[in-house]
């Protein structure tokens, strides 16, 4: 990311978010909204040594924590305001949530989402709203729908249902934590939250602050859309001049007011929980290591999480947890595309240093393609793109070549039968200019 984020004042709260009102919020939606399961992970608990649970939100009637919020502000709206019909915006989960509180309390909404929403969240909003919403995609980030979602509402008085920044969608939000001490029985000693707008993570630790203060909290952002992290640095909400859509359930370009006032008040650090109980920390992952959470949490448990979903879980290979400790990790979202596998397996491969790109200068002879497979590539490694590019003169021809390797320490025996060739090869840095347009 470059340039300079834009500053903006902190809104003064005119309702504060308590352990109260998540109860009063749990009362309002559980009549609705199921439990979800909080199930013991076998796989990580060996991995990490800590005892690892996860929260299922993937399993809910929407796949995402995102309904408890937008039915918690529903449902509490008045008639005349019910009249005016809802309006909001969402990279869509909430979305689906608002979608379903239009169809089961019988109003009207206007769902604004980014064009690059996933095809699968966008059909699953049509299903759950049926003929009481209309769906509107526009713009290329969430923060693009949500400046069209505040115009229709200015434009036409209906009610704006926020998908973090307000007290009632964090109160719904923060329902999960009063449905974790239940089901477990007892405080965690860590809870691992992925962090979008900070909707979800302030009404969590909101409630273990009042109900069980030795519980600490990681928040977890991706690391193309750190906003909450910026807002903690800044001291308020910043506009991040650029962020990376990959993780659409977090890719938020600006924190809520609401909740960063929130985080601040409750002690937001950047960084990692040092074991101190009831610690409020952020961090960030990079979306490689997303990919490869996903692609473990679908092959070994069948869960299929969307990127924001297995947030979390990523976490768990950076900030380690303590052995013999009880850690909850949020597995939000269960909504992805499959025809972003591709992509999925891609950034998976080159974050674990198994996927590697070269442009290669070919002399324009004889067994010179040859003599690459030949004394360059690795017995175990495979060409898994060539493309010619356009030739500069008749002497040499370019050619962009993508490489899988066998094994992660194979990238160096690599690199030196590359250096004793006579051909011109040129790594290409991921995040460099040149990758980014070529892959």
């Known amino acids: 990311m470059s340039g300079t984020p834009n500053v903006t004042e902190p809104t003064e709260l005119s309702t504060v978010v308590t352990a109260e009102d998540i109860d009063a919020a749990n009362a309002r939606i559980s009549p609705v909204i199921a439990a979800t399961p909080l199930q013991r992970c076998d ?12 929260k299922r939100e993937d399993l809910g009637v929407v796949r995402s924590y995102k309904l408890r919020g937008a039915y918690n502000l529903i449902v509490q709206l008045d008639p005349e305001e019910l009249a005016r019909g809802v309006v909001t915006a969402s990279a869509g989960n909430h979305a689906q949530g608002v979608a379903f509180a239009c169809k089961s309390r019988g109003i009207n909404g206007r769902i604004y989402v980014p064009r690059n929403t996933p095809k699968q969240k966008r059909d699953r909003i049509r299903v759950h709203g049926g003929e009481f919403v209309e769906l509107i995609a526009i713009g290329d980030t969430f923060d693009d ?7 229709d509402v200015a434009r036409t008085g209906a009610v704006m249902v926020p998908p973090f920044d307000d007290p009632r969608t964090v109160a719904g939000q923060g329902t999960i934590a009063a449905e974790i001490l239940d089901q477990l029985g007892r405080a965690p000693d860590l809870v691992v939250v992925p962090v979008g707008g900070g909707g979800c993570i302030s009404g969590i630790t909101t409630y273990l602050r009042e109900r069980a203060p030795q519980a600490s909290v990681l928040g977890i952002e991706p690391a193309g859309a750190a906003c909450m992290t910026a807002a903690i640095v800044a001291g308020g909400p910043v506009t991040l001049p650029e ?14 007011d609401v909740t960063h006032a929130a985080m601040a008040a409750l002690g937001a650090r950047v960084g990692s929980v040092t074991g101190a109980p009831g610690e409020l920390a952020l961090s960030h992952v990079d979306e490689g290591a997303i990919c490869t959470a996903m ?3 679908y092959q070994n448990e069948g869960i299929i999480a969307e990127p924001a979903g297995a947030l979390s879980i990523a976490a768990l290979a950076s900030f380690p947890p303590d052995p013999g400790s009880t850690v909850v990790c949020l597995v939000s979202g269960g909504n992805n595309d499959v025809s972003r596998y591709g992509e999925i397996v891609e950034r998976s491969l080159v974050h674990l240093g198994l996927k590697h790109y070269f442009l290669v200068d070919f002399p324009q002879e004889p067994g010179a393609l040859r003599r690459f497979l030949d004394e360059v590539l690795g017995p175990d490694d495979d060409i898994t793109l060539f493309e010619y590019v356009k030739r500069n003169n008749r002497e040499t021809g370019a050619a962009l070549v993508g490489v899988e390797l066998g094994r992660r320490d194979g990238l160096e025996p690599l690199l030196e039968r590359m250096d004793k060739s006579r051909l011109q090869i040129e790594q290409l840095e991921p995040g460099s200019p040149a990758y980014r347009y070529l892959t």
């Open 295 to 297: 692609l473990e949490l």
């Open 145 to 151: 729908a949500a400046a069209a979602a505040r115009d």
């Open 243 to 256: 962020i990376d859509p990959f993780v659409d359930g977090a890719a938020v370009r600006r924190a809520g």
């Open 43 to 54: 796989r990580l608990s060996a991995v990490t040594g800590a005892e690892i649970y996860l």
